[in-house]
Structures are given as C-alpha cells and as structure tokens.
C-alpha cells in the first residue's frame, strides 16, 4: 500500500515558512496599531492569503506535478507577465533569506559570541543542506522544529501570560480609535506573515493532488494564526507602548526586540525560552522558504532533479542571500516591508488572475479543487494586494502615520 505523505507534515512546512517572518516582525510593525488593531490586520490577512494560495493551487490543475510559477503564469498570461512574476518571486524570497540570515547571525552573534558573518555563513550552509536534501527531509525537520517552537513558546508565553498587564494590552481603550491608521503601515509585514505561496507547488508535489494540499495550507494558516494572536497578546500586554521607540529606530531587528523583552521579564529562563523560541522560527521559515525558493528556480532553469541539478538550484537559492546579508546588513524589519510590498504581486494578484483564467476556459465544467468563491472573491483578494502595496508606497513618502515610540 502506498504511503500517504500526512497532513500535518505539510500543515508544520506552511507554518513554518509563515511564523519565521510574522512572528519576529509582527510586534515592532503593529506597535502603533496595537493590540486590537493589530490583531484585526493579522486575522484579515490570513483569510485572504489562506483564499489566494487555493486560488494558486487551482490555477496548477492539469500541469505535471512539479511545475511553479514559471510554466503556468507563462501559459495562462504570457511571457511579459511572467517576467514580472519572476523577478518578484524571486526579489521576496531572496530579501527574505536575507532576512532570515542577518537575523539568525545576530542572534547566534549574542548566544556564542561568535561574529555574526561567520555565524550567518555557518548557518547558512548548514540548514540550507536539508533542502538540497530532499522535501522529505524539510517535512521532518519542520515538524521537529514546530515541535521546538510549540515547547519553548508554550514555556516562554506562560511566563509572559502570567504577568501580561490588562492596562498595558488594552492602553486606554478609549483612546485606541486614533490607532486605526498604523495598521495601515502593518499590512505588508501581515502580508509577508502568510507568504507562504512558493510552496504551493511543492504541497502539491508532495501530495500528489491539490485537495490535500489545500488542507495542509489551510492547517498552516491556522497554525500560524494561532501563534500570533497568542504572541502579540503576550508581546503588548508586557512590553509598554513607548518601549518600542528603540526597537523600531534599530530597524525591528530581532535581536532588538529581544533585548526590550529581556527588559521587562525577570526570569532568566523564560528569556532563554524566548531565544530558542526565535532561533526556531527563523530556522524553520528559512527552510520553508529555501524550499519554495529551490523548487521555483528548478522549474525555471528546467534543472534535473539529481545531485548536479539540486547544487545548481541550491546555489542560485542561497548563495545571492548570503552574499547581501554579509555586505550590507540592515533592519529587520525594513526588509520585511519591501518582500511585503513586492509580494502583493504574486501572492493577491497573479494568483486570482490566473484562477479567473482557468475558470473562463473550463467554465462550470471545470474538474478537480476549487478555490471558493466566484469573480467578487477574486476582486476583493486583487483589491487587498492593491491597497497593501500603495500603503506601503504610501509610507515610504511619509503620507501614513508612522509610530516611532
């Protein structure tokens, strides 16, 4: 009897290629926000980005199984919309990997006092062997990891959720109306929070159809969901308002955050939770990205999948990362924004494009997985990738409410 890859291995990949970014990212973004808001943006996102991926894995109907981007967007619409697709697939995960790299070298910097360069190369060349590997090794890996990242969550959050101070999360609900508008500036950091499309193809791959697929994406979403909702309660409820001015002038780096966190809590070893807790979910977004990554750049350059192939889409996958985060290392944060931004294209955008073209070809007719809704649920998913990149465009100009401490 043949093996059925389980749902829950790919629910842990699409969590961890998630929770890396949003979780470390989150707090710094939704600071001006705050709790309510903050939590509203975050809960919106995932329903469209959850919609969108379905949308994607419908689009794959009727291809081989390891097709991407490339081969479909370029079929259902042309070459000129394609190029643009690529290049901004591969600008988000590349910025990304980046900064996932700069993050975890800083991290592993403070831990061992080893310099953070060498500590990103060392990771870097590492971690990125268990995707050269195999999906199967990223499958078992991230379940370890979520495992990890559930464990020192759970311990670190207790000790967080035992002094969150009601004052602090709500902050005069009365006034929490004027902090509307910075969710505004939050929504590409929710946006990157659920990037998990680049691996669509690779669920689908793995399970060899699109319905189980979509369960394993909707479980990752939900996931993922869970661990912010739970994490920024806990983030805002013991870290006041103001102490955020550092962080974000530091450019949201984790290591930043951290430290502010390290501040407020008094036991050691809930901060030491904490740090195992973020070297976790950086690790496992960074292999849950590389996999994306690796499989799109296979699909692209029509590498094999042997040991020559996989070293050539490996190379082009985290070589480039690497080598930016070595020369020019910068925020956190800024980084999370620009993949957000860029990421609106094919994550709210080419995916119901390329739905709403199967559909007019098949019509009702059409056989297999359907992502849910008709041309209104396409609309509202193009609407939301639209306003998120202006918001962003928005921000960089200075036109947005900016919280700054």
Same mark, same amino acid.
């Given at each position: 009897?043949?093996?059925?890859?389980?749902?829950?291995?790919?629910?842990?990949?699409?969590?961890?290629?998630?929770?890396?970014?949003? +979780?470390?990212?989150?707090?710094?973004?939704?600071?001006?926000?705050?709790?309510?808001?903050?939590?509203?943006?975050?809960?919106?996102?995932?329903?469209?980005?959850?919609?969108?991926?379905?949308?994607?894995?419908?689009?794959?109907?009727?291809?081989?199984?390891?097709?991407?981007?490339?081969?479909?967007?370029?079929?259902?619409?042309? @070459?000129?919309?394609?190029?643009? @697709? @690529?290049?901004?697939?591969?600008?988000?995960?590349?910025?990304?990997?980046?900064?996932?790299?700069?993050?975890?070298?800083?991290?592993?910097?403070?831990?061992?006092?080893?310099?953070?360069?060498?500590?990103?190369?060392?990771?870097?060349?590492?971690?990125?062997?268990?995707?050269?590997?195999?999906?199967?090794?990223?499958?078992?890996?991230?379940?370890?990891?979520?495992?990890?990242?559930?464990?020192?969550?759970?311990?670190?959050?207790?000790?967080?959720?035992?002094?969150?101070?009601?004052?602090?999360?709500?902050?005069?609900?009365?006034?929490?109306?004027?902090?509307?508008?910075?969710?505004?500036? +939050?929504?590409?950091?929710?946006?990157?929070?659920?990037?998990?499309?680049?691996?669509?193809?690779? +669920?689908?791959?793995?399970?060899?159809?699109?319905?189980?697929?979509?369960?394993?994406?909707?479980?990752?979403?939900?996931?993922?969901?869970?661990?912010?909702?739970?994490?920024?309660?806990?983030?805002?409820? !013991?870290?006041?308002?103001?102490?955020?001015?550092?962080?974000?002038?530091?450019?949201? !780096?984790?290591?930043?955050?951290?430290?502010?966190?390290?501040?407020?809590?008094?036991?050691?070893?809930?901060?030491?939770?904490? @740090?195992?807790?973020? +070297?976790?979910?950086?690790?496992?977004?960074?292999?849950?990205?590389?996999?994306?990554?690796?499989?799109?750049?296979?699909?692209?350059?029509?590498?094999? !999948?042997?040991?020559?192939?996989?070293?050539?889409?490996?190379?082009?996958?985290?070589?480039?990362?690497?080598?930016?985060?070595?020369?020019?290392?910068?925020?956190?944060?800024?980084?999370?924004?620009?993949?957000?931004?860029?990421?609106?294209?094919?994550?709210?955008?080419?995916?119901?494009?390329?739905?709403?073209?199967?559909?007019?070809?098949?019509?009702?007719?059409?056989?297999?997985?359907?992502?849910?809704?008709?041309?209104?649920?396409?609309?509202?998913?193009?609407?939301?990738?639209?306003?998120?990149?202006?918001?962003?465009?928005?921000?960089?100009?200075?036109?947005?409410?900016?919280?700054?401490?």
């Amino acid at each position: 009897m043949e093996h059925k890859p389980s749902l829950v291995g790919g629910a842990c990949i699409i969590a961890g290629v998630c929770v890396g970014a949003g +979780m470390l990212g989150l707090p710094s973004a939704g600071a001006g926000a705050w709790a309510l808001w903050s939590m509203l943006a975050v809960a919106l996102t995932m329903v469209v980005m959850t919609v969108s991926g379905w949308m994607l894995l419908e689009s794959y109907r009727g291809y081989p199984l390891r097709v991407s981007f490339d081969t479909v967007t370029r079929d259902l619409l042309g @070459n000129k919309v394609n190029a643009l @697709n @690529n290049l901004s697939v591969y600008f988000v995960g590349g910025i990304l990997l980046y900064a996932y790299i700069t993050s975890a070298g800083l991290i592993i910097e403070g831990m061992t006092g080893l310099g953070s360069q060498w500590a990103s190369v060392l990771f870097t060349l590492g971690f990125s062997f268990v995707v050269w590997h195999s999906t199967r090794a990223v499958d078992r890996i991230s379940i370890l990891l979520v495992i990890l990242m559930g464990l020192s969550f759970a311990f670190g959050i207790s000790g967080m959720s035992m002094n969150i101070r009601l004052d602090l999360l709500l902050d005069r609900v009365g006034s929490e109306h004027s902090y509307a508008p910075y969710a505004l500036v +939050m929504l590409p950091v929710a946006l990157t929070s659920f990037g998990y499309h680049h691996s669509v193809s690779s +669920m689908r791959a793995y399970y060899g159809e699109e319905r189980r697929a979509s369960r394993a994406i909707l479980g990752g979403t939900v996931i993922a969901l869970a661990f912010y909702l739970i994490w920024l309660a806990s983030v805002f409820g !013991n870290l006041p308002r103001s102490e955020f001015g550092p962080v974000i002038e530091q450019g949201g !780096n984790v290591d930043a955050l951290l430290k502010a966190l390290g501040s407020v809590i008094e036991s050691e070893a809930v901060a030491s939770a904490l @740090n195992a807790f973020s +070297m976790a979910a950086i690790l496992s977004s960074f292999i849950g990205v590389g996999l994306g990554v690796f499989d799109y750049l296979a699909d692209l350059f029509k590498f094999d !999948n042997d040991r020559g192939g996989r070293t050539k889409s490996w190379a082009l996958t985290f070589l480039p990362p690497l080598l930016l985060s070595l020369l020019f290392p910068f925020g956190f944060l800024v980084a999370i924004g620009y993949a957000g931004a860029v990421a609106t294209l094919w994550t709210c955008i080419i995916p119901p494009l390329l739905a709403w073209k199967v559909r007019s070809a098949q019509g009702d007719k059409g056989e297999g997985f359907r992502a849910p809704g008709g041309v209104l649920m396409i609309a509202l998913v193009i609407l939301f990738g639209v306003l998120t990149a202006a918001f962003h465009l928005l921000n960089m100009v200075g036109w947005l409410p900016a919280y700054t401490g």
